[in-house]
Structure formats: C-alpha cells, structure tokens
C-alpha cells in the first residue's frame, strides 16, 4: 500500500521530540514512500525568534534529508502554520522567505475574549453547553476565515476542537448544527484547488479529524484532493493509523491521495 504521510513534527516543534534523521529510518521501516516535515509556526507567537530559528533549521535539515535519502524517501519541506490570521503579514513573510514543497493551514486557538489561547490548554471541564456552542462556532468562523484569506496549501484536521471538548473532557458535541459552515469551508477549498487533510491521529480512539460523515459532505460536494497525516510528533508514530485510514478512505470510494512538491500537487493511486 503506497502512503505519503503529509503532517509530521520534529524535535524544531514546541511539542515534538525526535531528528528528521531519526523519523526518515521510521518512515523507511513502516514502509512509507514518503513525508512531510511540517513543523509547528503559530503566529499568535510571531514575536518568538526561537520559534523562526527552529523553522529555518527544521527547513535546512529536510533539505539535507532530501539527499540523504534520495531514492529510499520522498520528503516534502514544509510548514504548519497555526493562527495566520492573528498575524497574516508574518505569515506571508515566512512563506515567501523559504522555497517550501507544502503549507499546511491549521487553527490551534480562536479568536475568544479570554479564551484565545491555545484550546489544548484550556480546561472545558466546567463549561456548559451555549459556551462549548459558541466556542465551536467561533472555531468554525476562524476556520472559514483561515481558507478564504490564507496562503495554504493543505487545511489540516477540520474539526481538531473536538479533540479536547469531546474526547478529552466528554462534554456532548453535536457539530449538525455547524454543517452549513462546514459546507461553506469545504466549498472553498475545492473552489481553490486546495486539499484536505485526513489526520489519523486520533484513529486509535475512535475518530477522524474530520470525520466519515464529512469526508462524505465533501466528496457530494466535488471533493476528490485528499491528504493523509499521522500528525506524529515522535519518529516511532509516524505511521499510526494511516493504513486503517487508507483502508477506510478506499471503502468510501476515494481513489487516490496527494502529497506535494514545490507547492505542486502530485496524486497517487491507493
């Protein structure tokens, strides 16, 4: 089965832990054909020089894996850029600074009084339903905005909130009420000619980030470009959940998935 993992972290990630090195050897030995190191650039920390030094070296050293593996891996330099639109002028200058294979678009925090930090940091143990409905609903609204006014090439994990409100602290979600905003991003991503990304991060518990029921919204609404990512932050996760989630993806009738290079989609059959 050939996989392209399209979202990966290294050590240059706040969050992650391991070499590019130590991930190609992980990617070579779970029989991947390739990845993208998409380490973390969240611009509501745009004044961070540490974060901007450890994305240049996390581009240099994908580079350099380029070569090294030449032939064994294809590996895409990337970026996840979080929160574009808290700072879009820093963002674009990011962008253009780098010869990048692949933008990831992402929304880590939303634009809440009080509560614009990063969601994976709030405790939502103690919120009631109209809070939880109104932060899910402004996580959308950043959403849409994200896809209508950002340079990307790939939206990753759409519904990734649910992740700590649901799966983390078992408040009831209900996300029908969201369909036509959803509907909407979904809408521009295919008018755009861009990708969604389906992360199986979660694939252990339970879920998708999106889920079934939306990847079948975007394939009735023309929707065909998809990516795959184990959104791993360690090298020996690389390849968690992907195939299960190619297996499903194949059953629901998608026939092929991309990855790119120099910002260039390039589709293979699963």
């Keep these: 089965m050939k996989i392209f993992n ?34 973390h650039l969240d611009c509501e920390y745009s004044d961070d020089e540490a974060m901007i030094r450890n994305i240049a070296s996390s581009f240099e050293a994908s580079e350099k894996a380029k070569n090294a593996y030449n ?37 880590h925090a939303v634009r809440k009084k009080n509560y614009d930090m990063p969601f994976s940091v709030i405790d939502f143990s103690l919120w009631n339903e109209e809070m939880i409905n109104e932060y899910i609903s402004q996580y959308f609204k950043d959403m849409l905005e994200t896809v209508r006014s950002c340079d990307f090439d790939v939206l990753t994990h759409l519904t990734v ?62 929707g065909r470009r998809l990516t795959v990512g184990s959104d791993s932050h360690i090298p020996f996760d690389i390849a968690n959940g992907l195939r299960d989630t190619v297996n499903i993806l194949k059953a629901e009738g998608f026939e092929k998935l991309t990855y790119y290079i120099k910002r260039t989609p390039v589709e293979y059959e699963i």
Aim: charged content about 20%; overall charge negative; proline content about 3%.
């Design 71 to 107: 032939g064994k891996l294809i590996i895409s330099s990337g970026v996840e850029i979080g929160e574009a639109i808290y700072a879009p002028e820093f963002a674009k200058s990011i962008i253009s600074s780098f010869d990048w294979d692949v933008i990831l678009g992402s929304v």
């Design 161 to 222: 909130v649910l992740r700590y409100i649901k799966y983390k602290y078992s408040k009831p979600a209900d996300i029908t009420s969201f369909y036509p905003i959803i509907t909407e991003i979904l809408r521009h991503i295919i008018a755009s000619d861009k990708t969604l990304e389906v992360n199986s991060s979660g694939f252990a518990d339970g879920y998708l980030m999106p889920d079934i029921e939306i990847l079948r919204l975007y394939k009735t609404l023309g």
């Design 6 to 39: 399209c979202h990966t972290h290294t050590g240059f990630s706040h969050d992650g832990k391991g070499s590019i090195d130590e991930i190609c050897e992980s990617a070579v030995n779970n029989g991947l054909i390739g990845f993208a190191v998409t380490d």
